[in-house]
Nanobody, 125 residues
Framework: QVQLVESGGGLVQAGGSLRLSCAAS????????MGWFRQAPGKEREFVAA????????KYADSVKGRFTIFRDNDKNTLYLQMNSLSPEDTAVYYC??????????????????WGQGTQVTVSS
């Protein structure tokens, strides 16, 4: 399994922006679909965004479309999530995740094989 380490979380006011990063180990990064999920207190982990290995295909949850952008740098083995126009409803622990190499891009929790430890994002009103 690939090792994933998230960074970039923190406290931000409503309307602000944050950029999350996820550094991945291993040689299969560019062949693996990657994603971001989040989990708020008392709620189930939910899909946020996902991107294909090449970066050519992206999927977003309806709740973040137009505000969040997922992108990746395969030369740096790094995944990103640019979050703009943040609201208190975006407060959660955000997890980076990787699918198995060459697996299709499917925006479902059970599709992803490796998970990071999570980074906290808190949006104040």
């Amino acid at each position: 399994q690939v090792q994933l380490v998230e960074s970039g979380g923190g406290l931000v006011q409503a309307g602000g922006s944050l950029r999350l990063s996820c550094a991945a180990s291993g040689r299969t990064f560019s062949t693996s679909a990657m994603g971001w999920f989040r989990q708020a207190p008392g709620k189930e982990r939910e899909f946020v965004a996902a991107i294909s290995g090449s970066g050519g295909t992206r999927k977003y949850a309806d709740s973040v479309k137009g505000r969040f952008t997922i992108f990746r740098d395969n030369d740096k083995n790094t995944l990103y999530l640019q979050m703009n126009s943040l609201s208190p409803e975006d407060t959660a622990v955000y997890y980076c995740t990787a699918a198995a190499p060459n697996a299709p891009l499917i925006a479902a929790l059970g599709h992803f094989a490796s998970w990071g430890q999570g980074t906290q994002v808190t949006v104040s009103s």
